[in-house]
């Protein structure tokens, strides 16, 4: 079969080529519709019990994750010339507006951004109105301060509102925070970028004219840092991907021609790459991201094994058409086998249902399918136009230090079974050791570096202010109309206070925090009265807030429209998964209970930080059951080829130790388990596995040619094949090895970790399973079915 596709490739060539030419160009254009992902992207799944109830909350309260915080500290803001400049600062971010290009659904042609700006400078307060017994919302601050006296009067006035205190300012060292918010609508679109871009403009203009630095958090904001990343990163790792191949592919092959054909070879690979996401309709995240320079490193080993085979072949056949035939029948199936393994590791990522996984499974798995068929055409239709390589063009092939490697390994293979299986015993109970010691654990911002800004920002935020990451919680007051009885107000300061006595969440804001604001209004905004009013002064406050307009408009962000809901809302430190899940789990949800334990009243909390971290847990279960996954179809693969059940134990013992050794390290080195590492092990099989095959095929070619002789097709294999796993093993450490200098700590967990698992891998399928091939007497016995080509 395979001899007849390679003279269909070799009698077709030019009509195969300008085939490729097209569809290569298609995909090209349809690349250009693959855009930036500005979304964190949704895990759990719609059905997930806590998902329903925090989509119900945003559609009773709104969004949590459309603010952007600005925080200073810095005694130069209070002197005039600076304050003004940042009022002037607060204004124009106001003002900030795009033209609607890309047609967004109910947006008109021209869009404020910014629905509102509040800060230090740009603050309400509420005013009683005595003549018409109402309260009224006014500004504390004129749009432009005229003196210093002036300034210094209205700070002291600020101060003394306690509804600010530790909300928008820090009352020990006057660190303040300027809320800006977004249109709800633009948060996960392109226009989230322009919007934060031109705020990071405006503030570093203000930065620059005054010295006084600003700290930048909020979701909107690390959506836009991490998609800048991303883009920036994509193309350096595809460069670097590139460049590291072409230095190994010329270092082993000691030809330029090699290099050049596999650059042309994954080039096109990076075309259809890019182009099957525009075709998918996905758009470019952090995993999808990754997916170029990872398949430049994987479609590699095609060639390695192509251009080893061929000169392997023009050194015996003397013609490289009859070489090129001879190479196409003996490592077509195997190559296709192989890459089948290798798309299997990223494909059973679609089972876990996981959006952004299934994604860059099914992009991966169709574009390393792809590759193949590029490969299969592009070598042989290539080398058939250039001379045949001769004299030093495959000296290579008797490279001293590899052969002198591989007959090391032989030589152990042979005599030293016994303390290979000693060695890998001791180091898989040590492996199991330290899988014992895997936690798992995960943060918001988890693939930011901690020198970054955004996360010095962040550190800031919690320093001065406890939390920058939305929390909720949801009060059921059991029936409609019930939010102004005084037990329910009550019951809100008790989580309130509780909150505040919290070292890792903010203070609350909710409808007592206003009722508390009023209170002190009423009373000329003495500091002492900034409670809820007892029930002597409570009715004459609720006379001033009855019936009238909502001058601040708390009420639709903090009671439902029956008013029966209520919302209490707050930010918590980004503690970890671990810390966080204890800290609602064992000790905040518990409180709520307690506090509502003796009325019909319940609470619950919700929001997008616990729905991101629950995410995490959600997808590290799909990837260990994607793993399993993986196993299995491997395994049903080398079975089906080798009809051996025996066969199939032993070529995946092999690839096993490998990501057990990985675990082992993650544990003993305190690496957490995340969504970034558990990706590692279903990919890094589906990889490890190919040279199994590789080596497996070699084997059983060679049994059959020597009489079943396992000793001589163990040492044909070893040195054939051998020469080919170390180039393609060494090519995919160094490929996959780059992504440790990756800013994300997630990309540089999934490249050092992969990096390792491989590593281990090469050894393991050179000496551990030739060696396991021999004690267990692994003979693959005759039968109806032909050799598997290698």
């Known amino acids: 079969m395979w001899l007849r596709i390679a003279n269909f490739i070799l009698k077709n060539r030019v009509s195969l080529l300008i085939l490729l030419l097209v569809l290569t160009v298609f995909m090209g254009y349809q690349g250009t519709k693959a855009e930036l992902s500005y979304t964190f992207s949704k895990v759990v799944p719609d059905t997930d019990e806590d998902i329903i109830y925090f ?455 909710s409808l007592v925090t206003f009722i508390k604001a009023a209170n002190q209004a009423y009373f000329n905004q003495s500091e002492q009265s900034f409670n809820l009013p007892d029930k002597r002064t409570g009715a004459y406050v609720l006379r001033y807030l009855k019936g009238q307009d909502d001058p601040t408009s708390i009420s639709a962000a903090f009671v439902d429209t029956t008013q029966q809901m209520l919302r209490v809302s707050l930010k918590v430190a980004d503690i970890g998964s671990l810390r966080l899940d204890s800290l609602v789990r064992t000790s905040l949800q518990p409180e709520l209970d307690s506090i509502f334990s003796d009325s019909t009243m319940s609470a619950r909390v919700t929001g997008t930080t616990p729905i991101f971290l629950k995410g995490n847990s959600y997808l590290i279960e799909n990837l260990k059951w994607s793993l399993l996954l993986a196993c299995v179809l491997v395994a049903i693969i080398i079975g089906a080829l080798f009809q051996n059940i025996r066969v199939m134990m032993i070529a995946i013992i092999p690839n096993l130790i490998p990501l057990l050794v990985t675990a082992g390290l993650m544990g003993f080195f305190g690496i957490p388990l995340k969504p970034s590492t558990a990706l590692v092990f279903s990919i890094a099989f589906g990889i490890a596995v190919d040279d199994s095959l590789h080596f497996l095929a070699r084997f059983r070619q060679e049994l059959l040619a020597w009489d079943f002789d396992r000793h001589k097709a163990i040492d044909i294999s070893l040195r054939e094949t051998g020469k080919s796993m170390i180039y393609t093993s060494i090519i995919l450490f160094a490929g996959f090895i780059i992504f440790a200098f990756s800013s994300f700590g997630g990309t540089v967990a999934l490249g050092l970790l992969t990096s390792i698992t491989l590593l281990v891998a090469m050894f393991t399928n050179l000496i551990l399973l030739p060696a396991l091939l021999l004690t267990f007497n692994a003979n693959i016995r005759r039968s109806n079915h032909p050799p598997i080509e290698e």
């Not at 989230?192 to 958090?217: A, C, M, P, R, W």
């Not at 392997?312 to 003397?318: A, D, G, I, Y």
Request: hydrophobic share 45%.
């Open 55 to 509: 989509k119900k909350f945003k559609a009773l309260f709104g969004q949590d994750d459309n603010v952007v915080v600005l925080g200073v500290e810095d005694e130069k803001l209070f002197e005039l010339e600076n304050f003004q400049k940042w009022q002037k600062l607060l204004y124009d971010l106001e003002k900030i507006k795009f033209e609607n290009t890309k047609k967004i659904e109910n947006l008109g042609d021209s869009v404020d951004a910014v629905t509102g700006v509040i800060g230090l400078g740009k603050l309400p307060y509420i005013h009683k109105n005595q003549e018409i017994k109402k309260f009224e919302g006014k500004p504390i601050f004129p749009k432009q301060v005229q003196t210093q006296d002036e300034l210094d009067s209205l700070l002291e006035f600020t101060y003394q509102i306690g509804f600010y205190k530790n909300q928008l300012i820090n009352p020990e060292n006057k660190a303040s925070l300027a809320l800006i918010t977004f249109l709800p609508t633009i948060t996960s679109t392109a226009y989230n970028h322009q919007t934060v871009t031109k705020i990071s403009e405006l503030g570093d203009n203000f930065t620059q004219e005054t010295g006084i630095e600003i700290h930048y958090v909020g979701l909107p904001f690390l959506r836009v840092a991490i998609s800048n990343k991303v883009k920036g990163e994509m193309v350096i790792f595809l460069s670097l991907s590139i460049a590291i191949t072409a230095i190994f592919i010329f270092v082993f092959f000691r030809s330029f021609t090699p290099v050049v054909v596999s650059l042309t070879l994954i080039s096109i690979v990076i075309v259809w790459t890019i182009g099957i996401l525009g075709t998918l309709g996905y758009e470019i995240t952090i995993l999808t991201a990754l997916l170029p320079p990872i398949l430049v490193v994987i479609g590699i080993p095609n060639c390695v094994y192509f251009i080893t085979k061929y000169h392997q072949q023009c050194n015996e056949k003397k013609n490289k058409i009859d070489a090129i035939k001879m190479v196409v029948k003996k490592i077509g199936i195997v190559t296709l086998i192989t890459n089948t393994t290798t798309a299997i590791g990223f494909l059973v990522l679609v089972s876990t249902g996981i959006g952004i996984l299934s994604e860059f499974g099914l992009a991966a798995g169709i574009t390393i399918f792809a590759t193949f068929f590029i490969s299969i055409l592009i070598l042989p239709i290539v080398f058939s136009y250039l001379p045949m390589p001769e004299g030093r063009r495959t000296k290579h092939l008797n490279q001293g230090l590899i052969n002198a490697t591989l007959t090391k390994f032989d030589y152990v293979i042979e005599n030293y079974r016994p303390m290979i299986y000693l060695f890998t015993t001791l180091i898989v109970i040590s492996s199991v050791v330290g899988l014992t010691k895997i936690k798992a654990n995960s943060f918001m911002v988890d693939d930011l570096p901690n020198d970054s800004k955004e996360k010095k920002d962040i550190a800031f935020i919690e320093e001065n202010f406890k939390g920058t990451m939305p929390l909720e919680i949801v009060v059921d007051t059991g029936k409609p109309k019930a939010y102004r009885k005084p037990q329910t107000l009550e019951k809100i300061e008790q989580i309130e206070n509780y909150v505040d006595s919290s070292a890792h969440l903010s203070s609350a804001v």
